[in-house]
């Protein structure tokens, strides 16, 4: 993963991942998504930080619950749209 654009382009490969039903896949690649996206998302406005700590806990509520849908639509829209978000300001 390269980037903004890598860590965008990674987030919505994870959530098809999830959505095929390859969890144990998805879940690496999720791992690996955070950790790149964490240093971008640190460079961002407090207010997206506040945003950023409260959709991981949703996104791994519903890993825990093995909601893969849910998942895969946290991953695809509010994660990017967030990103994309914070980047702009």
């Known amino acids: 993963m390269t ?32 950790e790149a996206a ?7 406005q407090s207010d997206v930080q506040s945003s950023w700590n409260g959709l991981l806990g949703l996104m791994f509520n519903d890993q825990q619950a093995q909601n893969w849908l849910s998942l895969a639509d946290y991953l695809e829209y509010e994660w990017v749209e967030l990103l994309t978000a914070g980047q702009a300001v």
């Open 38 to 44: 964490q240093p971008l998302v640190e460079l961002m």
């Open 3 to 34: 980037g903004f654009q890598g860590v965008i382009d990674d987030a919505r490969e994870c959530a098809r991942l999830f959505r095929l039903g390859r969890d144990v896949e998805a879940g690496l690649a999720m791992i690996a998504l955070v």
